[in-house]
């Protein structure tokens, strides 16, 4: 397969490449540093369409595709993490559920101000009692027979974009319904901020992604018309699988920006540190360091372009799409480890952008399915039992 880009996308890249060094990189470590969420950088995504990438224009989006939102994910997350995982969740997790789900009242009413970047959307899956098992939700959605409201008690964890302050809704998976066999029926249904018995809780305190909003939410006989359910009844797990996988392709093109992100910032500061009257980068133990960490993010980008053009073309890539995320995430753990390593002292000290790629690359082995669980679904889909 040819993997090169198109006129269109490469320019793309290479604007979001111009605005990533010219515009997040001089003001994101002052923001991370606060762990302030950077407002005034979304506004300005909003205004390049990068939200609405690869939605419909009648939706208010750029009509593009995946592959066009994993250019953008990776040139950002080259210079900074938190930009980027508010840009993946707000397109993956946010927007993507009323694309693929939505009635057309839902999509016209919602989708618009979440490409443009003016709201956010976050989608409620975990649990402080069901992570990887997403099957043992226990948020529960029950339908008032005398209004039509649903009436969602419950709680989640770890919600990426939930409490900003431009947080327009929340699609929250719940049991509504028992099968015949005792298995829960799980619904999505949107639930707009502000709604009276939905609480955010204060954002976490995390070790990486500071300039990201990340929190607790609950919901205490929170009532919302039926008309906010998302898709069929009983349709959410399948629904969330589908977002998931197609998440994972997001993951790892932002996974791969961190991995080759921490070879710039290396070869770099390779040519500029002296060492014994010499350049360290004249030293084979440092090129060898460097040549690994180029290959490592040399072949997670293959890897994640083959998993978004099978999606891309309507292909099966539920497969491929695992096999990036957990490739990528490995590498961008390496990578990061390794640029520390090449900065010395300097690599533990926050200013460098290395310590924050240092801090922001663990949890892409763990968020939207952990390492763990993509070697499950890779080995499923080699016909090995479930």
């Known amino acids: 397969m040819d993997h090169r880009l198109t006129v269109e996308h490469d320019e793309l890249r290479r604007t979001v490449a111009e605005f990533a060094h010219d515009v997040v990189a001089p003001k994101i470590g002052d923001l991370y540093e606060r762990h302030e969420f950077p407002y005034e950088i979304v506004r300005e995504m909003g205004r390049m369409g990068l939200f609405g990438l690869p939605f419909p224009e009648e939706y208010g989006g750029m009509g593009g595709d995946y592959l066009a939102l994993g250019i953008a994910l990776e040139e950002l997350a080259r210079v900074d993490s938190s930009v980027a995982i508010t840009l993946e969740a707000g397109v993956s997790l946010g927007a993507m559920p ?26 409620g899956l975990t649990e402080p009692e069901c992570g990887s098992d997403a099957g043992g939700t226990r948020t529960t959605a ?30 929250v998976t719940a049991v509504t319904g028992r099968k015949p066999d005792g298995r829960p029926l799980i619904s999505s249904i949107i639930v707009p901020s502000g709604t009276p018995g939905f609480t955010v809780a204060a954002p976490y305190s995390k070790v990486g992604w500071n300039a990201s909003d990340t929190r607790g939410l609950s919901f205490s006989d929170v009532r919302v018309p039926g008309g906010n359910l998302l898709g069929e009844e009983g349709r959410g797990y399948a629904q969330f ?11 790892a093109a932002l ?13 770099k500061y390779a040519r500029e540190r ?24 040399h072949m997670a980008r293959v890897g994640w372009r ?5 999606l891309v073309r309507g292909e099966s890539f539920k497969k491929e799409a695992a096999v990036a995320k ?23 000290m926050n200013e460098y952008p290395v310590a924050r790629m240092w801090r922001d ?7 939207e399915g952990t390492s763990e669980v993509q070697r499950m679904l890779i080995a499923r889909e080699l016909g090995l039992p479930a």
Not at 104 to 123: D, H, I, S, T, V
Not at 361 to 367: N, Y
């Open 241 to 251: 699988l589908r977002i998931l996988d197609e998440g994972r392709v997001a993951i």
């Open 255 to 267: 996974a791969t920006g961190l991995a080759q992100g921490c070879v710039d910032e290396s070869v």
């Open 361 to 367: 690359s663990k949890i892409l082995e763990i968020g």
């Open 326 to 348: 957990l490739y990528s995430s490995t590498v961008a753990v390496d990578n990061a480890r390794e640029a520390t390593q090449i900065h010395g002292g300097y690599g533990f």
């Open 142 to 171: 029950v339908r008032d027979e005398a209004t039509g409201e649903w009436v969602i008690n419950g709680s989640k964890c770890f919600i990426t974009n939930s409490g900003t302050d431009i947080t327009g809704l929340v699609t």
């Open 274 to 297: 002296r060492a014994f009257g010499r350049p360290i980068g004249d030293y084979q133990a440092i090129q060898f360091k460097l040549a690994d960490m180029e290959m490592r993010a």
């Open 306 to 310: 083959d998993a978004a053009s099978r």
């Open 98 to 123: 009323v694309f693929r789900f939505g009635t057309e009242e839902q999509k016209r009413q919602w989708l618009p101000k979440l490409c443009a970047g003016e709201m956010l959307g976050a989608f």
